[in-house]
């Protein structure tokens, strides 16, 4: 994919995806498991990698349905990993 496309440059991304407190806020309306057990900073960085992985399937695909498996981009999965570090 050349980078210039890649949906990672989206200002959605930045808002919904990146965004710790839109993160939150999707991980307290949908009473997300893994959140609730982050205590350690890892733990909390893993929360939100996957939050975000999941703010981006729906945000790109809409909600998806049980056994969906969307792959998302190697370039967002980079952006991601970045902003929440896994040590």
Known sequence: MVPELCSSHRPEMTLSVLDRMTLYSQQQYQQDVFSFYA????????????????????????????GDRITVPACCVKLIREKFPSP
């Open 39 to 66: 205590e350690a900073l890892e733990d909390v960085n893993k929360s939100f990698r996957h939050a975000a992985y999941r703010q981006f399937t729906i945000l790109m695909h809409g909600k998806p349905t049980a």
